[in-house]
């Protein structure tokens, strides 16, 4: 399950760190925030008014309207406990859909839920598990979408899964209602066009074996390869299409111990139906968490995709802390043993907090910690260059973000540079006067993209949370 929580007070920082073409710069202009969360009726609202975090998000290949997003959805835990379920409720994963470019959104869960009683959600194979976390949203050719993520059981020997699900726009319809529901409240019948497909268990845990923190990408369509699409229509009837296929590559962890963890690969070459034998990319016998995989752009016009890795190792008594990358340039067959991009300094061990490690914190008693830890972004330019990025103590003990930049993916520096430590401005440039200590504060969560020349990075500024 994910090991982190959004604070409440934070701002975000959206700060454009490279331009890599010559293309004149243009200033970003965020619209107004939009609620994703609407309506009062449970399973199609949140009458509780509880969270939704870790969001996911894609846009149709259809319609560039038509948006389909996911994120962890505590809109089950108020309700009464369920037999044989310790919690009186748990999180899920939420479905979100827009057909207005995300001006209005709709919303409900992901099929199979613990109280789901749709022909879709009886049918699921996560239903009878308990709680689902860690959503990944990508958008696939002829309006496909994949929503990976994991579901579980609760306890020290709780079993879980990873998954995919699968959902096409056909773009056949403005008007449906994604909130539909078939007589129950727990029986959703969505009528709109982005149809629900089904869900494949990607791998699955045993009793000692937990599973956590899937990540997915998703490959442009090469050669001749396709694959059939079957779906149900709003009023009832069947059709079939035959699309170009793209690879899904999906990464996770596989906990082998309480202080082991393996970095799991597998990939799909028949748009998520079935997956291949999953491989293992990780040497070490310590905690390997945090994965991210990305497609190399450049690699488009090859036979097969360059695909990268990256996640952190956590420290051991004979390994230092570090983000490590893996380089496959087969399309995920084969990959490159795990290489460095940067090791934390091995007296982190003992003095956490000090300037160069990273920042990995757990929930304090009186609630002024949030979890977090430091985990890397990753994405790659049309060039085949490489850019990761993470969170890591300054000399003052705060955590800033820091890049590291490879041309081929496998040759880095070992260390990375701070990307934003100037002052604190408001949208006319002005600096903040009201800050007692602009230097003060954690940047942490960092997320990177790179597309139309521009590679863009965003995370979490704390620097202008004045409180303790």
């Known amino acids: 399950m994910s090991r982190s929580r959004t604070p409440s007070l ?13 293309a004149p710069a243009q200033n970003p202009v965020a619209g107004p925030n939009v609620n994703m969360v609407s309506g009062t009726d449970w399973t199609t609202g949140d009458p509780f008014l509880q969270r939704q975090n870790e969001p996911s998000v894609a846009v149709s290949t259809r319609n560039p309207l ?21 919690e009186r409720g748990d999180a899920w994963l939420g479905v979100f859909k827009s057909f207005d470019g995300g001006r209005t959104w709709r919303s409900t869960l992901m099929p199979g839920y613990p109280l789901d009683s749709s022909p879709q959600g009886l049918a699921s194979p996560l239903h009878g598990l308990q709680a ?10 002829n309006g496909l979408f994949y929503y990976s993520g994991m579901a579980f059981n609760r306890g020290s020997n709780g079993l879980g899964v990873v ?64 694959c059939t699409i079957s779906y149900t229509n709003p009023d009832g009837s069947t059709a079939t299409e035959t699309i170009p296929a793209g690879q899904l590559f999906m990464t996770y962890s596989a906990f082998t111990g309480s202080n082991s963890t393996k970095i799991q690969f597998a990939t799909s070459s028949d748009c998520g139906q079935t997956f291949s034998k999953n491989i293992k990319l990780s040497a070490s016998n310590s905690v390997n968490q945090g994965t991210i995989a990305v497609v190399d752009p450049s690699s488009a016009g090859l036979p097969a995709a360059t695909v990268y890795v990256a996640w952190r190792r956590f420290a051991t008594s004979s390994q230092p802390d570090a983000i490590l990358i893996a380089k496959s340039t087969d399309g995920g067959n084969t990959f490159t043993k795990g ?84 002052q604190v401005t408001d949208d006319n440039g002005n600096t903040f006067l009201n800050l007692s200590n602009p230097a003060r504060g954690h940047q942490i969560m960092p997320t ?9 990075l965003v995370y979490y500024d704390l620097r202008q949370d004045h409180t303790t």
Request: proline share 5%.
């Open 163 to 226: 998954f995919l699900a699968r959902f096409i726009d056909n773009d056949n319809r403005e008007n449906g209602d994604p909130t539909a529901k078939a007589g129950s409240i727990t029986n959703v019948a969505p009528a709109d066009s982005v149809r629900f497909l089904g869900q494949t268990i990607v791998d699955s845990g045993t009793s000692g074996q937990f599973l956590d923190k899937p990540w997915l990408a998703v490959d442009v369509p090469r050669g001749n390869a396709t």
């Open 132 to 141: 689902a976390a860690d959503p990944t949203v990508r958008s696939g050719t």
């Open 339 to 422: 290489i460095d991009v940067v090791d934390f300094p091995v007296a982190c061990q003992t003095s956490p907090t000090s300037g160069g490690c990273t920042l990995d914190q757990g929930l304090s008693a009186n609630g002024g910690n949030f979890r977090t830890n430091t985990y890397p972004a990753m994405a790659v330019d049309n060039t085949g260059r490489v850019y990761v990025a993470w969170a890591q103590r300054q000399a003052n003990g705060d955590a800033k973000i820091m890049m590291s930049v490879s041309a081929d993916g496998v040759t880095w520096s070992g260390s990375g540079t701070p990307v934003d430590l100037g």
């Open 448 to 456: 990177l993209s790179f597309n139309q020349g521009k590679l863009q």
């Open 66 to 86: 038509h948006l389909l997003a996911g994120a962890n959805d505590y809109r089950t835990v108020d309700l009464p406990g369920l037999l044989g379920v310790d």
């Open 10 to 22: 934070l701002s975000i920082a959206l700060l454009c760190a490279f331009f890599v073409s010559s």
